[in-house]
């Protein structure tokens, strides 16, 4: 695919509208480039679909595992001195009923996901010597109480600017690709450009030319609320010594990935990430068939940062375009539609020339997308260790566990932590755990194998202290 903007104007008069919009708002050119190129492919019938027929599966033995790697620890020990790491930080915690910095939220032993990031940094450091950079890509709504938290941490500041801040997309009129006008909360007007827009934001902001003049070679990019995803040696050591100019890590899918995004070969042999806003409707079921499309995009990436130095060289940096239509207040359904214009980072895969996958282990995806997620980390399911790694309990038989909470009594932090107030039951030898109805839960709980608490009545049902719970259980 083309990584450089040959923009045509589809509307003049309503592109100029666009640019004066975010020139106001202080975007800067590099990222009103990137979103007119996006209205343009949008005014001339383009939809960012990736068709099955423009595609093959990746099959098994096509791309390296993880466990093939086990020699490189040293290549990637030698690396160390050159590579940064970037955490996606821009989440508010909205899923769980908060607007504050998802990152900020206690995790384990009463850390959050920052401490934990931070701390897994300050580990590296003092084992190897270094000082390697840790940087946050921002939202405006996370930037202040970020830093502030940063500040605690004032031994792994470096010379490197902590963060940088997301760009802004003006959301379009679903029904005549206007801009949208809420003067009742202009906040409303706009939208991020998802986590695609990492590459333009560290351009624009400096860092990227700061980094290579200060020798730093290679970044490590992965979300904040996957834990798991702390940088890894071996893998590094993979990385340089193979000189890919990007590598995406990638797992095997589940029946719970089948909606996420995966790797698939254009027809020309490159890798491309097909994420399911990009998926024809009528090829849906191909989409979410975890067989035929076998693996996930866990979203930790390593980038040679000269390699993305050279594509914005040679010009602007354009990642394939995501059309996602919603309500222009995700709160209130009676709220007309609207077209919001995004892209996402794995999707660099097309992008960079030679571009790499590797499969991981699950170990290497554990995100937090909600409560049900947040109470197995709270739990012994999950252990912390010294040098502040989150692992699965070795006494844990599974792979991976289903946990279903009743949204109506555990959709929110605070009512989880109102139903949980002695902190999580022990699941460590629980197989599944589903929770139907209000249920408060006394401390010292066990629960084991695979449980069901059901109550059925509209009063709160209470689980005493050092229950031991299995099977189905009525209370």
């Known amino acids: 695919m083309n990584s450089v903007i040959n923009s045509t104007s589809a509307d003049t008069a309503t592109r100029r509208l666009f640019a004066d919009k975010m020139e106001r708002e202080g975007q800067p ?25 423009d595609i093959d599966p990746v099959k098994e033995g096509d791309i390296a595992d993880f466990s093939d790697i086990d020699d490189l620890h040293a290549a990637g020990e030698e690396a160390l001195a050159h590579a940064v790491v970037i955490k996606l930080n821009g989440g508010l915690g909205t899923s769980m009923g908060l607007y504050t910095a998802k990152s900020l939220i206690p995790v384990k032993n009463g850390l959050s996901f920052l401490d934990i990031t931070a701390l897994q940094i300050r580990n590296l450091n003092s084992r190897f010597g270094l000082s390697i950079p840790l940087i946050m890509m921002n939202s405006f709504n996370t930037e202040r109480d970020t830093i502030a938290a940063l500040d605690g941490y004032p031994d792994i500041k470096t010379g490197i600017r902590p963060s940088f801040i997301q760009h802004k997309f003006p959301k379009l009129n679903a029904a005549d690709l206007s801009p949208v006008d809420a003067p009742h909360d202009r906040r409303l007007e706009w939208n991020p450009p998802g986590h695609g827009d990492l590459y333009a934001a560290i351009q624009s902001s400096g860092i990227l030319d700061n980094l290579l003049k200060r020798g730093y070679k290679y970044a490590f990019i992965s979300n904040i609320d996957n834990l798991d995803a702390a940088l890894n040696t071996r893998i590094l050591g993979y990385f340089a010594d193979r000189g890919f100019p990007f590598l995406m890590e990638v797992t095997d899918r589940t029946f719970m990935d089948r909606k996420g995004g995966h790797i698939v070969r254009l027809k020309n042999g490159q890798l491309a990430l097909r994420e399911a806003a990009q998926c024809p409707p009528e090829s849906i079921n191909r989409f979410m068939d975890t067989d035929l499309h076998r693996y996930f995009n866990t979203n930790n990436l390593w980038i040679r940062l000269d390699a993305l130095h050279d594509i914005w060289n040679r010009g602007t940096l354009t990642l394939p375009m995501i059309c996602n239509v919603k309500k222009l207040d995700t709160r209130d359904a009676a709220s007309p539609d609207v077209i919001q214009l995004e892209s996402a980072m794995g999707s660099a895969l097309s992008v960079f020339e030679n571009a790499g996958a590797l499969r991981v282990p699950r170990s290497r995806f554990a995100p937090v997308k909600n409560c049900e997620e947040l109470l197995l980390l709270w739990s012994d ?84 202290n050092g229950t031991r719970l299995t099977g189905e259980v009525r209370c």
Request: charged share 25%; net charge negative.
């Open 29 to 53: 050119q590099t990222a009103i480039d990137i979103f007119l190129s996006y209205y343009d492919a949008l005014c001339h019938g383009k939809t960012g679909y990736i068709a099955e027929s």
């Open 381 to 464: 399911y999950y252990d912390l260790t010294e040098d502040y790694r989150i692992v699965m309990n070795r006494r844990h038989k599974s792979i991976q566990m289903n946990v279903r909470l009743d949204p109506r009594f555990y959709g929110t932090l605070d009512k989880l932590k109102e139903r949980f107030p002695a902190g999580a039951p022990s699941l460590v030898e629980c197989e599944s755990l589903n929770v139907a109805g209000d249920v408060r839960f006394g401390k010292d709980i066990v629960i084991t194998g695979q449980t069901s608490v059901i109550n059925t009545a509209d009063e709160q049902a209470f689980i005493d």
